[in-house]
């Protein structure tokens, strides 16, 4: 039974840094791209970023994180990151880690094309 569990998510102020880690359990996460997207209240799920297999090409699909989130992968440890640093109000979302069966990422991010799907962390900027 494959497993996404994300965790690091929390209430921060704004110009705080969280670190989301994803941890994937029952799959091996080496060779295939991985994402996070967020949701937002009455939001669409959209998505952040994604990392292709062998942790190259990061790319970012909004332009609110761009120059602030980094997303990483430690193919060992069978997780992956997003570094937020200088956290805005509209950060806040549920964060959802997204994994895709293929060494390669698509542009943009399409929900329907991942195959399995993390249940979540909670992220909270106040001003």
């Known amino acids: 039974q494959v497993q996404l569990v994300e965790s690091g998510g929390d209430s921060v102020q704004a110009g705080g840094s969280l670190r989301l880690s994803c941890a994937a359990s029952g799959w091996t996460i080496t060779s295939n791209c991985m994402a996070w997207f967020r949701q937002a209240p009455g939001k669409e799920r959209e998505g952040v970023a994604t990392?292709?297999?062998?942790?190259?090409?990061?790319?970012y699909h909004t332009d609110s994180p761009k120059g602030r989130f980094t997303i990483s992968r430690d193919n060992a440890k069978n997780t992956v990151y997003l570094q937020m640093n200088r956290l805005k109000p509209e950060d806040t979302a549920m964060y959802f880690c997204?994994?895709?069966?293929?060494?390669?990422?698509?542009?943009?991010?399409?929900?329907?094309?991942?195959?399995?799907w993390g249940q979540g962390t909670q992220v909270t900027v106040s001003s």
């Open positions: 997204a994994a895709r069966e293929g060494f390669f990422c698509v542009t943009p991010p399409s929900i329907d094309e991942f195959n399995y």
């Open positions: 990392i292709r297999g062998d942790g190259g090409s990061p790319t």
